[in-house]
């Protein structure tokens, strides 16, 4: 039982280049979150599938898409960098229910130059 | 909307010392509150959580956190901390609609700092 997993660890784009960030959990859950982490700032919402086949914009959604693939598979893209999208990028995932905790990922690191 | 007050971004507490970390909420119904931890270079573990019931809750390693709701207080603690602790805190509410989790708000972190 891997939880949340995440790819790639670490990644270096040029201004104005793409790329997809992806999410897998393997536990069945519900609903997945995209989170950005800056210095200072803590984790904001970027955002959101309640449930497969639906998605929401969270706190931060511009200059990023997300696809809900399957239930276990949920995507963040860039679809055009920029210096301010440098961040380190966390996917949650959680269960419908009373307890609604979150489980991350290890977290993606991403700069922008 | 929510959110989350996590007024001191820095703690220094020697070792053996207690510890307490406050955290403040604005929510329009009753909260659901998260403390997590998350050591440098890590994802975020989570720590304990309130939704209802006993306001005071017991999480992993030794800590505690006592949700007050006169206050929109969910201040975490424990009694003796150890080197180990160094790590930053974050403090967080949820949020849920009819469709389900809406997600977390999170404050900006208290960066827990232990002397020897």
């Known amino acids: 039982n891997a939880g949340v997993t995440q790819t790639p660890k670490f990644q270096v784009l040029k201004t104005g280049q793409s790329m997809t960030l992806q999410c897998a959990q393997d536990m069945n859950h519900n609903s997945m979150y995209w989170y950005r982490q800056d210095p200072g700032m803590g984790l904001r919402l970027i955002y959101y599938?309640?449930?497969?086949?639906?998605?929401d914009k969270g706190e931060v959604p511009n200059g990023y898409n997300v696809s809900r693939l399957n239930k276990r598979e949920f995507s963040l893209r860039l679809e055009s960098a920029a210096p301010s999208q440098t961040s380190v990028y966390f996917c949650a995932s959680t269960t419908s229910g009373a307890s609604y905790e979150q489980y991350f990922g290890p977290g993606t690191r991403l700069t922008v130059t | 909307a929510q959110s989350v007050t996590q007024p001191d971004i820095h703690i220094t507490v020697s070792e053996g010392a207690s510890l307490e970390l406050r955290c403040n909420y604005s929510y329009g119904a009753t909260p659901y509150l998260f403390w997590y931890v998350q050591s440098p270079g890590q994802g975020l573990q989570l720590l304990l959580k309130y939704f209802s019931g006993d306001t005071l809750v017991q999480g992993i390693k030794g800590f505690e956190a006592e949700f007050k709701r006169s206050q929109s207080s969910f201040n975490l603690r424990k009694p003796s901390v150890h080197w180990s602790d160094a790590a930053e805190y974050f403090c967080?509410?949820?949020?849920?609609?009819?469709?389900?989790?809406?997600?977390?708000?999170f404050g900006k972190g208290t960066h827990l700092i232990i002397q020897p």
């Open positions: 599938s309640a449930s497969e086949g639906t998605t």
């Open positions: 967080a509410v949820g949020s849920y609609s009819g469709g389900g989790a809406d997600g977390l708000t």
